[in-house]
């Protein structure tokens, strides 16, 4: 079951706190410098792109998980019940 209220919360204080900019502008630059050589050797790159994209991708889940004060927190766990089933939403939320 989906807290869709809790979903939308999480998304929008997300979205504008701009910390979602510098993880995905890292990822998409590093990317283009990557495939922007002359002869593009595609399967040769593959282990750096996939490992640049992990980098990116775990700096921008970790900012998702950590983006709200520690007031905030409390007020959300207070609000959804317990504090497992609110980190458990924030990291299925991930996904």
């Known amino acids: ?7 939308r919360y999480l998304l929008a204080s ?4 701009n910390r979602y900019f510098p993880p995905i502008a890292f990822m998409i ?3 283009l410098i990557l495939y922007s050589y002359k002869p593009n ?5 593959y282990a750096v792109t996939s490992s640049l994209l992990f980098i990116g991708c775990s700096w ?3 900012n998702f998980l950590n983006h709200d ?5 409390v007020l959300l ?16 939320y991930l996904f």
């Not at 050797?41 to 790159?45: G, L």
Request: aromatic letters at 10%; proline letters at 5%; a positive charge.
């Open 14 to 17: 997300y979205t504008r706190s």
């Open 41 to 45: 050797p595609v399967m040769d790159s």
């Open 77 to 92: 766990i207070l609000h959804t019940g317990s504090a497992k089933y609110f980190m458990l939403r924030s990291m299925l």
């Open 69 to 73: 004060q520690g007031r905030q927190n």
């Open 60 to 62: 921008l889940g970790t």
């Open 1 to 7: 079951m989906i807290s869709w209220p809790l979903l």
């Open 29 to 31: 630059i590093s990317v």
